[in-house]
């Protein structure tokens, strides 16, 4: 694998920084994945080795700079549209639920949820 | 009806446009032609949905208002859409398991749009799932006559890659099934399937296009194009998919329409073209960088100037980008929940379970991997080091641009450091298809126009595009360009041999 | 409010805080939050109708559902009403202000995340301010946001699977959160009280608890005095103000209890279950603090111009603070009457119009909170359809003042009055905005209607003292052993006597004059 031009200069690719299995079951459970044992260790190498690539980035000096929230914001600012109060969406429940798994009077059915 | 001189399939968008228009071919018998076309090249997976009545019943429906006199710009004009775009008529599934056989209710404003010009539809296209990925390998669907997934195949060497996300749209144009074909664009989904399929493509300024309809990948980042054999064929296209969509789209900037075509013919005389050093170091290929110098010599025949410029940090754009996508993948994806719509698993033993089988069952490994990441740069403790930080840097990308364009009118480099690589190369290697992106991700994290322009081939036969990034809103100077430059070379004309003519 | 900052603030009130508060020596701390339905047509971010009461997601559009493909578009009505809440709370308004996507997976939300506001809400700081035991209490707020409301799942239909409507998912909410300010359940009611009496009296919602509109969140811990703030335990869902007080007493209660025991408390989500009139811990949901907050991408930041929230200004009708105030200066009335009939803003315009229509201010509120309330309630009226508008209450009140009928006889009137409306004998109501412009023209009418039954159930009150002497007499000869009762210095035998009176001149005889004249009879 040929790396672009300035990523072998001078950093360290392995850094304190690692994911751990833990952190790739905590991650699991927070975006609803099931991952058996093999996949999950793949998928922390496959991160971690993606994560030595961030380490540069994390490195830099941004001090003073916000976030760019709407990448025209560059040169323009960019502010939020507002719609007036109108209703204009009818009934179209049979179209929406097409595609639905469950449905049964018109609700979405779902395994009994607990409080 | 007489039989033109030339096939259908060779006509240009605006020449096959013309001939519909002027009653030569009927755009009944057009889509009849191309859907055979399709079905022969069915090898290539480049179609995930087409059904024949369906695209008939639009052909007479053209055909009947050309008879009428109420023709659009497009009509009769068979193309297909990549199967980000929603549609009412066909499936959506965004490459995925999870939206096998999805039906929407509503079409994407780009499918409207382009509908409303009397544009008709072939099909939908394959693609990378959920547009996460650089090969068109990363598909979940069995394209039509498969039945199981599979690469999508690129016509100049069936063994290679098309390029990714926007494979199979690339593949579509480049082996002659239609004239022009819609793709969307996060970090390049556009542009380096087009380098590498030899065909045009571009990525119009962020907002410019509505994202109303199309499955959501990154949403400061996703944007729709057109790819097609020439830039006037895109610039005609473009003009029709750009454009406000304000009561549905809170992104799309508010600036009227535009015609792309404008500009076509103006003298580049004078133009200067800005080179970043960083675009051209150690990890391009030999025969990637003397077919783009061969194309700048070119540009300076036609009255341009080289200028060096600097894009300092490029190489952070691949961390950046690869933090702040998966990141708001991560959310756009968790609508992907088995209640609604879409994939439910068959067993589960309550709503949890639930919920974790039918993402796992759903999503493909990239996605998995993209859904992970971004989950971990946005958890407690970790969005102020990775997603914040990434925001930041954005904004210094972007200012670098700016600073480069107070010093050039265009910046032009490689689309991508290599050709297309064999089918299975670089599979088991996401960080190597990551890195593969180093020179598409600038444009895309400024949200600023980019093109690709096919420049050359390298000894084995694979094409090398040419990528123009202009400053905002530039799309028209970046048509133009590329429109010269086709007058003047025929790389965008040859024919892959792998296909049938 | 950052966790250091709460503890110097807990320690500052705590100086504040009477010992008759204290329950068990500990001191109670809450904090709410309140979730109001705004009162737009349409949804916060589509186009659907955001009215109660639709078959299942037939109110719910793509956008809604989270279809592939949908973003969201903001309503401007949304803003708006935030704006007019920011001033009515005297709080800041963000000129700028985010919006976060909140980040968890649940049935009832369709995207799997919320579109809320996080680091930057559009109303910032505030406070409300109510009466608590005849004592002026304010409780400041930290902040008010737009969010969209979820969906609603229904548990009860189904064995083993709940149904899940998305009609509500997208409905408009501003999610007011206030300090740990309340130091007892009955300060934390009449903050929420005040509250919902606020966003009524504004406009920008209903209020309709039932309905879900108007929901309650408290953030309940104990401590001792001094010491530093408890951990807290969220009790949620508290949709009526009966229930509220309850959950609080029984929640704080436990606490103490559970601190006694020697357990430490561990922060908690709980319901109140009216039926065990406790309060429950819920199932907790892991990963609750991870949700992953950041800036949508598909909504660029929201502006507020000074020039916007000028207008809305300009907009408001007086605020209840301010008309209480102006009831008690100009109208004479006590802070308690003031605060009944500033209760609603509809209240609040009836009384003024009687008053404009000549009615006298402190008879008017007795008769509104009184009679006028009484039969509203009895047949679930509102008090704009109210069939006996302002001006007529107001001659009403007008003869009783002059003497024309006594107070009791009064009552007989109004009831007539009502009956005959509304059963459409006398087709005289009207709307009160109408009136109100017409009051003149009607005052007449009024008048003249009033007088008719007056004369019709004879029911005048007798002036003359002469015919009123006679009855006395009469009465007192009739009623000896009540009389020497009196002279023996029972009260109560001169009552009777004046109820013997009443009862002879069949209610028409002047009460004051009476009691003038049997004192002198008897002295």
């Not at chain 2, 971004?374 to 969005?383: A, D, E, K, N, R």
């Amino acid at each position: 694998m040929r790396l672009p031009a300035g990523f072998d200069a001078g950093f360290p690719l392995k850094t304190a920084m690692s994911l751990t299995s833990s952190d790739i079951s905590r991650i699991a459970t927070l975006a609803r994945l099931e991952l058996d044992p093999t996949a999950s260790e793949r998928m922390l190498r496959q991160l971690n080795s993606f994560f030595d690539v961030v380490q540069q980035m994390r490195a830099v000096d941004t001090t003073g700079i916000e976030p760019l929230e709407h990448p025209f914001a560059t040169i323009r600012d960019i502010a939020l549209r507002l719609r007036e109060d109108t209703v204009s969406e009818s009934d179209n429940r049979e179209a929406n639920q097409r595609s639905a798994p469950a449905v049964e009077s018109g609700l979405f059915l779902v395994p009994k949820v607990i409080e | 009806m007489t039989r033109p001189d030339t096939d259908l399939h060779d006509l240009s968008l605006v020449a096959l446009a013309e001939q519909i228009r002027q009653r030569k071919v009927s755009a009944h018998e057009t889509a009849q032609h191309f859907l055979a076309r399709a079905k022969a090249h069915d090898a290539l997976g480049a179609f995930v949905a087409r059904d024949e009545a369906v695209t008939l019943a639009q052909a007479r429906a053209a055909d009947e208002r050309l008879a009428k006199g109420s023709a659009g710009a497009l009509e009769g004009v068979p193309l297909a859409h990549k199967d980000i775009f929603v549609t009412r008529d066909f499936a959506s599934t965004a490459g995925s398991r999870m939206l096998h056989d999805y039906r929407s209710p509503f079409d994407a404003t780009v499918v409207t749009r382009l509908a409303e010009q009397g544009a008709v539809t072939l099909g939908k296209l394959n693609c990378d799932e959920f547009a996460m990925g650089s090969a068109n390998e990363n598909s979940a669907v069995a394209a039509v006559g498969h039945d199981k997934p599979q690469p999508v195949r690129n016509p100049w060497n069936m063994d290679h890659i098309p390029g990714g996300s926007s494979g199979a749209s690339a593949v579509a144009v480049a082996a002659r099934l239609m004239p022009a074909s819609t793709g969307t664009d996060t970090g390049g989904s556009i542009r380096q399937p087009a380098s590498f399929c030899g065909v045009t493509g571009i990525k119009p300024t962020y907002g410019r296009a509505s994202r109303y309809g199309m499955i959501a990948f990154a949403s400061s980042l996703d944007q729709a194009g057109p790819m097609a054999r020439s830039a006037e064929d895109c610039a005609v296209l473009l003009s029709h998919m750009c454009g406000p969509d304000l009561d549905r789209d809170s992104t799309s900037l508010d600036l009227p329409a535009e015609d792309y075509t404008r500009s076509l013919g103006d003298s580049l005389k004078g133009l200067r073209i800005g080179v970043p050093a960083e675009f051209f170091g150690a990890g391009v290929s030999d025969e990637v960088r003397a077919a783009v110098d061969a194309a700048l010599a070119q540009y300076e025949k036609l009255g341009a100037v080289r200028v060096p410029v600097s894009l300092p940090r490029t190489e952070l754009s691949i961390p950046v980008y690869y933090i702040i996508a998966p990141a708001e993948a991560s959310s756009n994806l968790s609508r992907f929940d088995g209640v609604k719509f879409g994939h439910r698993a068959a067993q589960y033993t309550d709503l949890a379970d639930m919920y974790r089988k039918t993402r796992s069952e759903g999503f493909g490994d990239e996605v998995k991997r993209r859904i992970m990441m971004g989950t971990y740069v946005l958890s407690h403790g970790y969005y102020d080091a990775y997603y914040l930080q990434a925001q930041k840097i954005r904004r210094m990308l972007s200012d670098d641009f700016q600073q480069a364009f107070q010093d050039c009118d265009v910046i032009a480099g490689p689309v991508a450091p290599s050709v297309a690589w064999r089918i299975g190369e670089k599979s088991e290697d996401p960080l190597a298809n990551y890195l593969a992106d180093i020179f598409t991700l600038p444009a895309s994290l400024a949200g600023l126009p980019g093109m690709s322009v096919p420049a050359g081939f390298d000894a084995a036969g694979l094409p090398i595009g040419l990528q123009l990034i202009g400053n905002y809103l530039q799309e028209s100077r970046l048509l133009n360009m590329a429109h010269q430059f086709q007058l003047t070379t025929d790389f965008h004309t040859r024919k892959p041999q792998g296909i049938r003519t | 409010m950052s966790a250091q900052k709460e503890q110097e603030h807990g320690a500052a009130v705590t100086a504040a805080t009477p010992k008759a508060l204290l329950v068990r020596g500990y001191e109670v701390v809450i904090g709410f939050e309140t979730h109001a339905q705004l009162s737009t047509q349409s949804k916060i971010f589509s186009r659907a109708s955001t009215a109660f009461g639709a078959a299942p997601n037939t109110q719910a559009c793509a956008v809604d559902l989270a279809l592939p493909g949908t973003l969201p578009v903001m309503n401007k009505g949304a803003v708006e009403r935030a704006i007019r809440l920011g001033l009515a709370v005297n709080a800041h308004i963000a000129d700028k202000s985010i919006f976060a996507r909140k980040n968890y997976f649940y049935p009832d939300l369709p995207k799997g995340y919320q579109i809320s506001q996080f680091e930057i809400p559009v109303v910032q700081g505030g406070d409300v301010q109510f009466m608590l035991d005849g004592e002026p209490r304010s409780v400041r707020l930290v902040r008010a946001h737009l969010e969209e409301d979820a969906g609603k799942s229904l548990h009860e239909d189904f064995i083993g699977q709940t149904g899940i409507d998305l009609n509500r998912a997208g409905t408009p909410l501003l999610e007011i959160v206030t300090e740990p300010d309340m130091r007892s359940s009955a300060e934390a009611v009449a903050y929420a009280r005040a509250l919902h009496g606020l966003v009524t009296w504004i406009g920008i919602c209903d209020g309709n608890m039932q309905e879900g509109s108007f929901r309650c969140d408290a953030n309940v811990s104990v401590r001792k005095p001094g010491a530093p703030l408890g951990t807290r335990r969220e009790i949620k869902n508290l949709n009526s103000f009966k229930f509220m007080q309850q959950a609080m007493d029984y929640e704080v209660r436990w606490q103490i209890e559970q601190i006694e025991d020697g357990h430490a408390i561990e922060q908690a989500t709980v319901l109140f279950d009216p039926a065990t009139g406790e309060t429950r811990a819920m199932r907790t949901k892991e990963d609750a603090a991870d949700y992953r907050y950041f800036p949508d991408p598909d909504l660029p930041p929201l502006m507020i111009a000074q020039s916007w929230i000028d207008e809305v200004r300009a907009a408001m009708p007086e605020l209840p603070q301010a008309l209480r105030a102006r009831l008690v200066s100009e109208h004479g009335l006590s802070e308690y009457d003031a605060s009944i009939l500033t209760q609603s803003k509809a209240t609040a315009q009836y009384f003024l119009d009687a008053v404009a229509a000549g009615g006298q201010p402190k008879l008017l509120c007795n008769w509104i909170t009184g009679e006028l309330s009484r039969r509203l309630n009895q047949e679930e009226l509102t008090i704009e359809s109210s069939p006996i508008p302002p001006a007529k209450l107001a001659w009403l009140v007008k003869l009783i003042e002059i003497g024309t009928v006594s107070n009791n006889a009064a009552k007989t009137v109004f009831n007539t009055l009502w009956t005959r409306t509304t059963s459409g004998v006398a087709n005289l109501v009207a709307p009160m905005a109408q009136l109100t412009a017409t009051a003149t023209v009607h005052n007449d009418a009024h008048k003249r209607e009033i007088l008719a039954i007056v004369e019709e159930l004879g029911l005048g009150q007798m002036n003359d003292s002469s015919a009123l002497e006679a009855i006395i007499a009469d009465v007192v000869v009739a009623n000896a052993k009540s009389v020497e009762e009196f002279r023996q210095g029972k009260d109560k035998a001169f009552n009777a006597l004046v109820g013997q009176i009443m009862k002879a001149s069949r209610g028409k005889a002047n009460p004051a004059q009476v009691n003038e004249l049997l004192r002198k009879k008897l002295a």
